[in-house]
């Protein structure tokens, strides 16, 4: 039944392929099926992701493209590896040991294989934290954001209207753990101690430290060039850097801006191939929207020019970096009203950047604000008054989740990727309908590890996985891929 079902509506180069091994110098390729199989030969120096010209079956040449019709062992899948990467203790070929683990492992087809995989991650995911405990609201109690702010949420990606707002506790997440401003402080305070002997409490104040070299015309030369530990503030993304660039690169979320200095959100992007840009412009942030929706750097960004990047208030009377806030504000006067903000690490020590940003900030309403700290309420106003006011007078829908930046949008994004799953399974049941076949039961796609998630979105997007997916939902075309995972 699944052979008749595949050779009425798969073409032979939409089969699912199975890969063992990169760039193959001499690979091998099986049409799996339970009774028959058939064999390929490659090339030397072939890549196994290239188109390989002809299937041989039992003896006929069947050209790439065909229907399975013309296939007399009706496959389920195609298994490639690398023989040379299969051999015994002595270094010499093994193609029998190759072709035998190649079998044991393909057997379900590509589709059951990534059931399996999600299968096992939720089985370990049980052991390690026992099972889900659901909460009286219907959320988990291990889980940032409730079930409500996760629907609404989701809602305003399906209607183009969430906007994040990043400040520096974004990047304070492991495994990124950048520097807090009184660390910073520290470092330039101290280097320059041999030289100068500054007032003592300017060594955990940064905006003050840098007021005075700002005040000396020692800015760029000494305090930017010299003193600032820029090494600092470069490592690993971590999963707050991972959602937001994510969603700006499926054009998920409708924009971000960030008061951050550091490429956390574009290195995320660049390890997946996609050379995604921080925008210090309005103007910019329309010319970037080719490659992804907009990401605005309003305080600067140490890549594109870190020495007009804002580390005092006494700098926002330069003419460039007024210009600069500026179009950054006429932007958020266009795109942030009656749009879902979500606002993640403003009430670090880093304060003179909320000031920079609430007086940016001026848009009079927005459909929902989410604040996302592991401060209380009163610690969070305290800190940054005037940007706190201006969040909490901005719509009815107001929610301050207690957690850090990096575990919430963490789970926004694990719930865009089992949403976008389930419409990818879903494009499958009108063929099944069309056979007359029962539809299975879902895969447990809320319980799946986010990488496994992510990877079922690049198989149905035809992407490898070492790039990006770049698709806010499946496409159309992918209905047969997810007609055979339903049916296998």
């Not at 699912?16 to 339970?34: E, H, S």
């Not at 575990?407 to 419409?423: I, M, N, P, Q, Y």
């Not at 996985?465 to 891929?481: D, I, R, V």
Request: glycine share 8%.
């Amino acid at each position: 039944m699944f052979a008749e079902r595949c050779a009425k509506h798969l073409p032979l180069r939409a089969l699912p392929i199975v890969v063992w091994g990169g760039y193959a110098r001499d690979w091998r390729a099986f049409l799996v099926n339970a009774s028959a199989t058939a064999f390929v030969q490659g090339r030397a120096g072939v890549s196994v992701g290239a188109c390989f010209p002809a299937i041989q079956t039992d003896g006929l040449c069947v050209p790439l493209g065909v229907t399975f019709q013309a296939v007399s062992c009706r496959p389920r899948c195609v298994v490639m590896w690398d023989a040379s990467l299969h051999t015994d203790s002595r270094g010499s070929s093994n193609a029998t040991v190759g072709t035998n683990q190649c079998f044991t492992r393909a057997a379900l087809s590509l589709a059951g294989y990534v059931r399996h995989r999600a299968l096992t991650a939720r089985h370990a995911r049980h052991h390690a934290i026992g099972p889900k405990v659901e909460s009286p609201g219907g959320a988990d109690e291990d889980m940032a954001l409730s079930s409500t702010l996760l629907i609404r949420l989701l809602g305003a990606v399906e209607a183009d209207s969430l906007v994040f707002l990043c400040g520096a506790g974004l990047s304070v997440g492991a495994p990124s753990n950048l520097p807090l401003a009184k660390k910073v402080a520290n470092a330039c305070y101290d280097k320059w101690a041999p030289i100068e002997t500054l007032d003592p409490g300017l060594r955990d104040d940064i905006e003050k430290l840098a007021d005075v070299f700002y005040s000396r015309n020692e800015f760029t030369n000494v305090f930017i060039r010299t003193l600032v530990p820029w090494d600092d503030f470069v490592g690993s993304p971590n999963a707050g850097h991972a959602a937001v660039s994510d969603l700006l690169l499926t054009r998920a979320a409708h924009g971000a801006l960030s008061g951050n200095f550091d490429a956390m959100i574009e290195a995320w992007a660049e390890a997946h191939h996609v050379s995604l840009q921080g925008a210090l412009t309005g103007q910019e942030a329309s010319y970037f929207e080719q490659t992804s929706k907009p990401l605005i750097k309003f305080h600067g960004c140490m890549r594109r020019d870190r020495q007009r990047t804002v580390w005092t208030h006494s700098q926002l009377t330069d003419s460039d970096i007024q210009s600069r806030i500026q179009s950054c504000t006429a932007w958020m006067n266009i795109h942030l009203p009656n749009k879902h903000l979500v606002v993640v690490g403003f009430w670090t020590d880093w304060s003179y950047l909320n000031d920079v940003l609430a007086n940016a900030f001026s848009i009079g309403n927005a459909s929902s604000v989410t604040v996302v700290d592991p401060g209380d309420t009163g610690e969070l106003q305290a800190k940054a008054p005037v940007l706190w006011s201006r969040l909490t007078s901005l719509s009815h829908f107001f929610d301050h989740v207690q957690a850090y930046a990096c575990d919430t949008l963490g789970e926004l994004r694990h719930a865009f990727s089992a949403t976008w799953a389930r419409k990818f399974y879903a494009l499958g049941q009108p063929l099944l309908e069309a056979d007359g076949v029962p539809a299975g039961a879902p895969p447990p796609y809320d319980s799946m590890a986010i990488e496994d998630l992510y990877n079922i979105r690049r198989d149905a997007e035809g992407v490898p996985y070492s790039k990006a997916a770049t698709l806010k939902a499946p496409p159309h075309t992918a209905a047969q891929s997810a007609f055979v995972s339903r049916g296998c």
